[in-house]
């Protein structure tokens, strides 16, 4: 095994997170991700050109050999991806990987669940935007029920998941009628709600900054009903701010990606189900690792280390200048959030 030197980007940001997408077909179509009267149901990737589970563990030691420690599995939706419980089981084991996670609707938690956790998953982010049946459906482009995400949560306790974190995103007058309801809904349950600001990603949701909440809008409104209290961050380059309830029942948390942009601290590379590399949530062009991955470990570790040392990305830091284009970025669903 070569020696590999552990790499910094041009603005001396290590590389310490990786998103890995399964799989770029999702059950929903979220309105804010994958519209469905832009992304049709017949939309995606040949199942043959996704990476294997050999590829996809040989990428993962390769990127934690360069210093990754947080993996989240991520998709489209990642539990329709096959056989997942064997991808975690061997994802699990990697030495000096500190934390595997994923990212998921919910819906098809309930017959997962168990297996998931079996397999050695311990942390599990769950997305849900609405406990009211009809606001949920309607955002879910009307694929989902909240019955289903609800009952998945349920199956993810009873395997022994704790501390859940859930992700909302709020579009004005879509679903801000549902921030206090979803607060009151996990406060004091031991899990974490965090509101997401809608972002501008990919081109097909047709973003427009008035259809997005701010974190300071929702935080002053959560806060005139439940007073709250800043927290320290738990590690650096932790992307949601924290706050706790002052009476004690827990904690929340903003991830304010649009207004308190956070590249300065981004550590975060995204590989696609079909082995791209996107070292920016908004760049437009991934960078297709599939044929040095198949010449193994070390070249992949090596060569993901000479692209990291050219990343200058930027993107929400520079939102709105002239010189950044809002044409042709990367769509959600292939890179995982
Ligand atoms: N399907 C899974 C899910 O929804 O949890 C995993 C993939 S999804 C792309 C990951 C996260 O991205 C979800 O929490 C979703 O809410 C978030 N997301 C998607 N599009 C977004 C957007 N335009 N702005 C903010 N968050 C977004
Ligand atoms: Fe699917 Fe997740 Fe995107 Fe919604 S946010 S369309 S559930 S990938
Ligand atoms: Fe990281 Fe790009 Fe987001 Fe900035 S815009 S925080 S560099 S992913």
């Known amino acids: 095994m070569s020696d590999v030197v552990l790499p910094l980007d041009v603005r001396g940001r290590p590389l310490r997170d990786l998103r890995l997408s399964v799989i770029d077909a999702c059950n929903f179509r979220c309105g804010y991700c994958m519209p469905a009267d832009r992304i049709p149901d017949d939309h995606g990737m040949d199942s043959r050109m996704r990476m294997s589970f050999d590829e996809i563990e040989t990428l993962a030691r390769a990127f934690v050999r360069i210093g990754v420690r947080k993996l989240r599995l ?27 996670a994923l990212t998921t609707n919910g819906a098809l938690l309930a017959g997962q669940a168990k297996a998931l956790h079996d397999a050695g998953l311990r942390r599990i982010t769950i997305s849900l935007d609405a406990l009211d049946d009809a606001v949920f459906s309607a955002m879910s482009g009307g694929r989902g029920r909240v019955r289903d995400t609800l009952a998945g949560i349920d199956a993810a306790v009873a395997a022994g998941f704790t501390r859940i974190k859930f992700n909302t995103v709020v579009q004005r007058g879509v679903n801000e009628d549902q921030v206090l309801p979803l607060v009151e809904h996990f406060r004091g349950s031991g899990h974490v ?52 309830f002052q009476d004690g029942a827990g904690e929340i948390g903003f991830v304010s990606s649009v207004s308190e942009p956070f590249c300065g601290d981004c550590h975060r590379a ?26 193994g470990e070390d070249a992949l570790s090596e060569h993901v280390a000479r692209l990291w040392s050219r990343r200058a990305d930027r993107y929400s830091e520079l939102r709105g200048s002239p010189t950044v284009s809002r044409r042709k970025h990367v769509e959600m669903y292939l890179i995982g959030g």
């Open 270 to 295: 995204r590989v696609s189900a079909d082995g791209r590399l996107f070292t920016c949530l908004f760049a437009s062009e991934g960078t297709d690792l599939r044929a040095v991955l198949a010449q």
């Open 193 to 244: 709600l965090r509101f997401i600001e809608y972002m501008d990603v990919g081109t097909c949701n047709g973003w427009q900054r008035d259809q997005m909440v701010t974190s300071a809008e929702l935080h002053d409104r959560i806060a005139a009903r439940w007073p709250l209290r800043a927290l320290e961050a738990d590690y650096r380059g932790e992307v949601a701010s924290r706050y706790a």
């Open 74 to 100: 991520t998709g489209g939706e990642p539990l329709l991806r096959k056989r997942l419980p064997e991808l975690v089981a061997r994802l699990a084991v990697i030495p000096d990987l500190e934390d595997l």
